[in-house]
Protein backbone atom coordinates (compact mmCIF):
# COMPACT_ATOMS: atom_id res chain seq x y z
CA UNK A 1 0.00 0.00 0.00
CA UNK A 2 1.32 3.54 -0.46
CA UNK A 3 0.34 6.70 0.76
CA UNK A 4 1.92 10.01 0.79
CA UNK A 5 -0.38 11.72 3.20
CA UNK A 6 0.82 12.84 6.40
CA UNK A 7 -1.74 12.77 9.44
CA UNK A 8 -2.10 14.71 12.29
CA UNK A 9 -4.54 14.58 15.18
CA UNK A 10 -6.22 17.99 13.83
CA UNK A 11 -7.43 16.16 11.17
CA UNK A 12 -10.71 14.63 11.67
CA UNK A 13 -10.87 10.53 11.23
CA UNK A 14 -12.54 11.15 7.86
CA UNK A 15 -9.77 12.71 6.13
CA UNK A 16 -7.34 10.60 7.55
CA UNK A 17 -9.06 7.64 6.04
CA UNK A 18 -9.16 9.51 3.08
CA UNK A 19 -5.22 10.53 2.56
CA UNK A 20 -4.48 6.44 3.87
CA UNK A 21 -6.43 5.49 1.31
CA UNK A 22 -5.10 7.31 -2.05
CA UNK A 23 -3.48 4.17 -4.29
CA UNK A 24 -4.28 1.94 -1.01
CA UNK A 25 -4.93 -1.70 -0.74
CA UNK A 26 -5.14 -4.83 1.51
CA UNK A 27 -1.64 -6.95 0.79
CA UNK A 28 0.62 -6.57 3.52
CA UNK A 29 3.23 -4.54 3.74
CA UNK A 30 5.58 -6.78 2.38
CA UNK A 31 3.88 -6.32 -1.43
CA UNK A 32 3.77 -2.18 -0.92
CA UNK A 33 6.92 -2.28 -2.88
CA UNK A 34 7.86 -0.67 -6.00
CA UNK A 35 7.99 -3.78 -7.56
CA UNK A 36 10.12 -7.30 -7.11
CA UNK A 37 12.98 -5.39 -7.93
CA UNK A 38 12.13 -2.28 -5.75
CA UNK A 39 12.66 -1.90 -2.37
CA UNK A 40 9.60 -2.84 -0.02
CA UNK A 41 7.50 0.10 0.84
CA UNK A 42 6.37 0.33 4.61
CA UNK A 43 3.85 2.43 5.58
CA UNK A 44 4.75 3.71 9.19
CA UNK A 45 3.02 6.11 11.74
CA UNK A 46 4.71 7.86 14.25
CA UNK A 47 4.93 10.76 16.60
CA UNK A 48 7.07 13.51 15.24
CA UNK A 49 9.69 13.89 17.77
CA UNK A 50 11.36 11.03 18.55
CA UNK A 51 9.79 8.60 16.56
CA UNK A 52 9.57 10.14 13.24
CA UNK A 53 13.38 11.52 13.66
CA UNK A 54 14.69 7.81 14.34
CA UNK A 55 12.85 6.68 11.58
CA UNK A 56 13.92 9.30 8.90
CA UNK A 57 17.54 8.80 9.94
CA UNK A 58 16.61 4.68 9.26
CA UNK A 59 15.01 5.63 5.90
CA UNK A 60 18.27 7.92 4.98
CA UNK A 61 20.80 6.17 6.22
CA UNK A 62 19.87 2.41 6.30
CA UNK A 63 16.90 1.43 4.73
CA UNK A 64 17.64 1.11 0.87
CA UNK A 65 21.31 -1.50 1.42
CA UNK A 66 18.22 -3.17 3.60
CA UNK A 67 15.76 -3.34 0.70
CA UNK A 68 13.33 -0.93 2.55
CA UNK A 69 11.95 2.42 1.77
CA UNK A 70 9.49 3.97 4.66
CA UNK A 71 6.79 6.00 3.99
CA UNK A 72 6.64 8.20 7.33
CA UNK A 73 3.22 9.81 8.68
CA UNK A 74 3.44 11.77 11.45
CA UNK A 75 0.66 11.82 14.08
CA UNK A 76 0.19 14.19 17.31
CA UNK A 77 -1.36 12.37 19.07
CA UNK A 78 -2.10 8.89 20.97
CA UNK A 79 -5.30 7.95 19.37
CA UNK A 80 -5.42 7.63 15.13
CA UNK A 81 -2.03 5.83 14.82
CA UNK A 82 -3.78 2.76 15.92
CA UNK A 83 -7.28 3.44 14.82
CA UNK A 84 -5.35 3.91 11.08
CA UNK A 85 -3.16 0.54 11.81
CA UNK A 86 -6.12 -1.57 12.32
CA UNK A 87 -8.24 0.16 9.15
CA UNK A 88 -5.16 -0.64 7.25
CA UNK A 89 -3.86 2.61 6.23
CA UNK A 90 -1.16 1.61 7.81
CA UNK A 91 1.43 -1.49 7.95
CA UNK A 92 3.11 -0.49 11.28
CA UNK A 93 3.11 2.57 13.82
CA UNK A 94 5.84 3.52 16.03
CA UNK A 95 4.67 6.00 19.28
CA UNK A 96 3.65 3.26 22.04
CA UNK A 97 4.50 1.48 25.10
CA UNK A 98 3.40 -1.43 26.09
CA UNK A 99 1.25 -0.70 29.11
CA UNK A 100 -0.57 1.71 26.64
CA UNK A 101 -0.77 -0.82 23.56
CA UNK A 102 -2.55 -3.39 26.24
CA UNK A 103 -4.94 -0.73 27.41
CA UNK A 104 -5.50 -0.02 23.92
CA UNK A 105 -5.83 -3.63 22.68
CA UNK A 106 -7.71 -4.52 25.99
CA UNK A 107 -10.58 -1.42 25.13
CA UNK A 108 -10.60 -2.15 21.61
CA UNK A 109 -10.20 -5.62 20.41
CA UNK A 110 -7.28 -4.93 18.23
CA UNK A 111 -5.27 -7.41 16.37
CA UNK A 112 -2.14 -6.46 17.16
CA UNK A 113 1.45 -7.42 18.10
CA UNK A 114 4.63 -5.53 18.65
CA UNK A 115 8.49 -5.75 18.19
CA UNK A 116 10.59 -5.79 21.04
CA UNK A 117 11.40 -1.64 22.61
CA UNK A 118 13.59 0.44 20.57
CA UNK A 119 13.41 3.70 23.21
CA UNK A 120 12.66 5.18 26.22
CA UNK A 121 11.19 8.57 26.92
CA UNK A 122 11.57 9.79 30.39
CA UNK A 123 7.91 10.78 32.17
CA UNK A 124 8.74 14.41 33.85
CA UNK A 125 6.94 16.62 36.03
CA UNK A 126 7.65 20.19 34.80
CA UNK A 127 6.76 23.57 36.17
CA UNK A 128 7.28 27.09 35.15
CA UNK A 129 6.43 28.63 38.74
CA UNK A 130 8.51 26.76 40.96
CA UNK A 131 12.14 24.93 40.98
CA UNK A 132 11.01 22.02 42.78
CA UNK A 133 8.76 19.81 44.26
CA UNK A 134 8.88 21.06 47.59
CA UNK A 135 7.76 24.20 46.14
CA UNK A 136 4.65 23.49 44.97
CA UNK A 137 2.28 25.21 46.96
CA UNK A 138 -0.50 24.37 49.05
CA UNK A 139 -3.40 23.14 46.94
CA UNK A 140 -1.39 23.53 44.17
CA UNK A 141 -2.84 22.29 40.79
CA UNK A 142 -0.90 19.74 39.17
CA UNK A 143 -2.09 18.35 35.65
CA UNK A 144 -2.24 14.84 34.90
CA UNK A 145 -2.76 12.83 31.59
CA UNK A 146 -6.42 11.74 31.01
CA UNK A 147 -4.66 8.37 29.19
CA UNK A 148 -5.26 5.26 31.17
CA UNK A 149 -2.41 3.93 30.03
CA UNK A 150 -0.07 7.12 31.12
CA UNK A 151 -2.31 8.11 34.41
CA UNK A 152 -0.61 5.30 36.45
CA UNK A 153 2.85 6.07 35.33
CA UNK A 154 2.14 9.58 36.17
CA UNK A 155 0.91 8.34 39.69
CA UNK A 156 3.63 6.56 40.26
CA UNK A 157 6.20 9.33 39.56
CA UNK A 158 4.16 11.69 42.05
CA UNK A 159 4.68 8.31 44.33
CA UNK A 160 8.51 8.79 43.95
CA UNK A 161 8.32 12.25 44.16
CA UNK A 162 6.96 12.00 47.66
CA UNK A 163 3.57 14.21 46.72
CA UNK A 164 1.17 11.36 47.34
CA UNK A 165 0.58 7.80 48.31
CA UNK A 166 -1.61 4.90 46.39
CA UNK A 167 -3.62 2.50 48.05
CA UNK A 168 -2.91 -0.79 46.93
CA UNK A 169 -5.05 -2.16 43.82
CA UNK A 170 -5.29 -5.06 41.71
CA UNK A 171 -4.98 -2.96 38.42
CA UNK A 172 -3.58 0.21 37.33
CA UNK A 173 -3.96 2.63 39.49
CA UNK A 174 -6.01 6.31 39.08
CA UNK A 175 -7.03 9.58 40.65
CA UNK A 176 -9.39 7.59 42.61
CA UNK A 177 -6.64 5.60 44.51
CA UNK A 178 -4.78 8.48 46.14
CA UNK A 179 -4.76 7.19 49.64
CA UNK A 180 -2.48 10.30 50.92
CA UNK A 181 -2.23 14.15 49.70
CA UNK A 182 -0.88 15.73 51.84
CA UNK A 183 -0.34 18.89 50.03
CA UNK A 184 -4.07 18.45 49.47
CA UNK A 185 -2.91 19.01 45.31
CA UNK A 186 -5.57 19.75 43.00
CA UNK A 187 -5.65 17.10 39.90
CA UNK A 188 -6.81 18.14 36.64
CA UNK A 189 -6.99 15.39 34.07
CA UNK A 190 -6.06 16.58 30.27
CA UNK A 191 -5.43 15.27 26.79
CA UNK A 192 -1.26 14.33 27.11
CA UNK A 193 -0.87 16.30 23.79
CA UNK A 194 -2.44 19.65 26.09
CA UNK A 195 0.08 19.17 29.03
CA UNK A 196 2.61 21.20 27.78
CA UNK A 197 0.09 23.98 26.42
CA UNK A 198 -1.73 23.79 30.31
CA UNK A 199 1.61 24.14 31.51
CA UNK A 200 1.40 28.17 32.26
CA UNK A 201 -1.97 27.62 34.15
CA UNK A 202 -0.75 24.92 36.58
CA UNK A 203 1.35 24.69 39.45
CA UNK A 204 3.28 21.49 37.73
CA UNK A 205 2.42 19.35 35.10
CA UNK A 206 3.36 15.63 34.17
CA UNK A 207 4.28 15.71 30.55
CA UNK A 208 5.43 12.82 28.11
CA UNK A 209 9.09 13.03 26.60
CA UNK A 210 7.78 13.03 23.12
CA UNK A 211 5.51 16.39 23.50
CA UNK A 212 8.70 17.72 25.81
CA UNK A 213 10.56 17.38 23.41
CA UNK A 214 8.16 18.90 20.98
CA UNK A 215 7.29 21.76 23.13
CA UNK A 216 11.41 22.47 22.90
CA UNK A 217 11.14 21.36 26.84
CA UNK A 218 14.52 19.21 27.82
CA UNK A 219 13.38 16.48 30.10
CA UNK A 220 17.17 15.93 31.31
CA UNK A 221 17.23 19.78 32.87
CA UNK A 222 13.83 21.02 32.66
CA UNK A 223 11.97 18.77 34.93
CA UNK A 224 12.26 19.17 37.94
CA UNK A 225 11.66 15.36 38.92
CA UNK A 226 12.76 12.68 35.92
CA UNK A 227 11.67 9.22 35.60
CA UNK A 228 14.69 6.64 35.61
CA UNK A 229 15.05 4.61 32.01
CA UNK A 230 16.43 2.04 34.08
CA UNK A 231 14.76 -1.46 34.15
CA UNK A 232 11.51 0.95 32.53
CA UNK A 233 8.63 -0.90 31.15
CA UNK A 234 7.88 2.24 29.12
CA UNK A 235 10.16 1.52 26.28
CA UNK A 236 8.64 1.95 22.97
CA UNK A 237 8.34 0.10 20.12
CA UNK A 238 6.86 -0.64 16.48
CA UNK A 239 3.30 -2.20 16.29
CA UNK A 240 1.26 -4.45 13.78
CA UNK A 241 -1.06 -6.05 12.98
CA UNK A 242 -1.32 -9.52 13.84
CA UNK A 243 -1.49 -10.85 10.37
CA UNK A 244 1.45 -9.35 9.18
CA UNK A 245 3.28 -11.28 11.80
CA UNK A 246 6.42 -12.91 10.41
CA UNK A 247 6.59 -9.75 7.05
CA UNK A 248 10.01 -10.08 6.69
CA UNK A 249 10.21 -5.92 5.39
CA UNK A 250 8.61 -5.47 8.88
CA UNK A 251 10.88 -7.67 10.55
CA UNK A 252 14.10 -5.73 8.49
CA UNK A 253 12.43 -2.78 9.72
CA UNK A 254 12.89 -3.76 13.39
CA UNK A 255 16.39 -5.37 13.31
CA UNK A 256 17.33 -1.71 11.81
CA UNK A 257 15.32 0.54 14.40
CA UNK A 258 17.65 -2.04 17.03
CA UNK A 259 20.95 -1.47 15.56
CA UNK A 260 24.35 0.39 16.51
CA UNK A 261 23.87 2.98 14.20
CA UNK A 262 20.53 4.21 15.78
CA UNK A 263 22.01 3.53 19.15
CA UNK A 264 24.71 5.79 18.53
CA UNK A 265 22.23 8.31 16.14
CA UNK A 266 20.08 8.13 19.53
CA UNK A 267 23.24 9.39 21.98
CA UNK A 268 24.55 11.86 19.26
CA UNK A 269 21.05 13.27 18.68
CA UNK A 270 19.80 13.39 22.20
CA UNK A 271 22.94 13.60 24.39
CA UNK A 272 21.87 14.54 28.07
CA UNK A 273 19.86 11.13 28.20
CA UNK A 274 16.24 12.85 27.04
CA UNK A 275 15.83 9.75 24.86
CA UNK A 276 17.48 6.31 25.67
CA UNK A 277 18.01 3.22 23.81
CA UNK A 278 16.06 0.21 25.20
CA UNK A 279 18.38 -2.40 23.48
Given at each position: ??????????????????????????????????????????????????????????????????G?A????????Y????????EG??D??????L????????????E???????????????????????DI???????????????????????????????????????????????????VE?AP???????????????????????G?????????????????????????????????????????????????????????????A?
Amino acid sequence: MKSTARAAAVLSAAALVMAGCAGGDDTGASDGGTGSDGPTTIVIGASPVPHAEILQFVQDELAADAGIALDIQEFTDYVLPNTALAEGELDANFFQHLPYFEAQVEENGFEFDHFAGVHIEPYGIYSEKVGSVEDIPTGGVVAITNDPGNQARALDLLVEAGLIELEETDGDPTLLDIAENPKDLEFVETAPEQLVVSLQDVDAAIINGNYALEAGLNPAKDAIVLESGENSPYANFVAFRSEDAGDEALATLDELLRSDEVRAFIEERWPDGEIIAAF
